[in-house]
């Protein structure tokens, strides 16, 4: 199970910073991640980040390289999305994402979502 928290209204340039905690087979977990979902828009991949490594492999979608950061707290179970430099364009659904393998994870194809957590940036 995924529980995403942390969404919520800012104004442009603003930040906010969302927590995805799982529980459940999470010893079994290969990574973690980000995805959103603008209105009348598909779902985009945002970040992700490896598990299993001490040295965790990461990787941003174009649009937020630089302005987002993702991280974790393995003894929490949890993976932070630390944004910054908000834009409306950044408006969106978050969902966080759940890997179980490194094959669903290269492919970005996640194995388990949580639910979402509504982002609203305002100009």
């Known amino acids: 199970q995924l529980q995403a928290s942390g969404g919520g209204l800012v104004q442009a340039g603003g930040s906010l910073r969302l927590s995805c905690a799982a529980s459940g087979r999470t010893s079994s977990m290969y990574g973690m991640g980000w995805f959103r979902q603008a209105p009348e828009k598909e779902r985009e991949f945002v970040a992700r980040?490896?598990?299993?490594?001490?040295?965790?492999?990461?990787a941003y979608a174009d649009s937020v390289k630089g302005r987002f950061t993702i991280s974790r707290d393995n003894a929490k179970n949890t993976v932070y999305l630390q944004m910054d430099s908000l834009n409306p364009e950044d408006t969106a659904v978050y969902y966080c994402?759940?890997?179980?393998?490194?094959?669903?994870?290269?492919?970005?194809?996640?194995?388990?979502w949580g639910q979402g957590t509504l982002v609203t940036v305002s100009s």
């Open positions: 994402a759940a890997y179980m393998n490194r094959v669903s994870y290269s492919n970005r194809a996640p194995n388990y």
């Open positions: 980040i490896a598990l299993i490594w001490s040295g965790a492999t990461l």
